[in-house]
């Protein structure tokens, strides 16, 4: 057995159109193993925070369809008044050639293209939506697409940290290093403590599994007990469905 193969991983995200579209079987049977040859190494719901949003989109910070991208990945346009609906399904899946197997099924990342390039695929359901300014003007458009997937075995790396804890994921499926945390991270509005108070929520105590990079990026942060890009991307996954990063 190739181990770096078999290990490989990849993040899938069902997105709110698709949840919205009753689309969620459909996609799941498309990437299930009897056509993939993958399996699932993680599962879970979402309430997708704005710092999980703009974590996991951080690539295209500064782009004009950025702050429309961040509300559709938080399910705020397709349940505007129905908060309670708003959800991504975050998904793990493992085996030879993840990335690109479902990357293919997934197909371009515009739903136009999809259409007339890969029909079938997932993202040929999906809706171009304008993007107008505050006098109406179409400014750019939104690619409503129904799922995300990893598009390299670097980005499925950092994806699947930013969303899952290691115990999240079957001790036998882990790809990669974990360590024990010795010490007591806390976490209040933007910042790392290492003292509890009240509105502070733990991140890690001392004896939790955490993601090596997680427990080196803490360590350094520390000294420094500084905020910024780093911790949002280490903090993220612990405050997810605690209530902590929703608006
Ligand atoms: O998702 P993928 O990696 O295929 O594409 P991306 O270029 O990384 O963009 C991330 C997501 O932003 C896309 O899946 C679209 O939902 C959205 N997007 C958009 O709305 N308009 C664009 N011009 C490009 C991307
Ligand atoms: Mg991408």
Redesign the pocket.
Known sequence: MDRNKEFEQTLVLIKPDALKNSLTGYVLSLLSEFHTGLRFAGAKIVYVGRMLAEEH?AE?QGKI?FPS?LEYIMGKLHYPDEPWKRRVIALVYQGPDAVQKIRDICGP?NPLVARDKSPGCIRALGTLVSLKDNNGKVIG?????LI?AS?TNEDAEREIKLWFKPTDIPPFMRAYPIEMNQSSYYFEAGSLYLTHEPARICLLAPGDIAWKTDIDALRLLEKGLQTGGSLGSVAAKYLINTERDVE
């Open positions: 989109y295209h369809f991208l990342t458009e939104r690619m409503d697409n995300h598009a």
